[in-house]
């Protein structure tokens, strides 16, 4: 049975910093890649970011790049996301995805 659970979203101001986890249980992460994807209500879901089996090469939305870094703790099988200098328009439930599989999300709300 695959699960994923995020955590680490909340309130926080803009230029605000948080961390979000995405605990995996069922599958390995260091053997596939994984995704962070946010959707706000009314909209579609927005790709954040991915990071490789490899656990080395990652990528990022435009809209991110530069402030999120996506990383991987294989001996937690875990994989974060940490989001600097936050922005009302970074609101947003972020859910982390894994060969088809996506968990339940984190809701971040970036305001003042």
């Known amino acids: 049975d695959v699960q994923l659970q995020a955590s680490g979203g909340g309130l926080v101001q803009p230029g605000g910093s948080l961390t979000l986890s995405c605990v995996v249980s069922?599958?390995?992460?260091?053997?596939?890649?994984v995704k962070w994807i946010r959707q706000v209500p009314g909209k579609g879901p927005e790709w954040v970011s991915t990071?490789?089996?490899?656990?080395?090469?990652?990528s990022y939305a435009v809209s991110v790049r530069g402030r999120f870094t996506v990383s991987r703790d294989d001996t937690k099988n875990t994989v974060y996301l940490q989001m600097k200098n936050l922005k009302p328009e970074d609101t947003a439930m972020y859910l982390c995805?894994?060969?088809?599989?996506r968990g339940q999300g984190t809701l971040v709300t970036v305001s003042s």
């Open positions: 995805e894994i060969y088809g599989y």
């Open positions: 990071i490789n089996s490899n656990g080395v090469d990652t």
């Open positions: 069922g599958l390995i992460v260091r053997n596939y890649y």
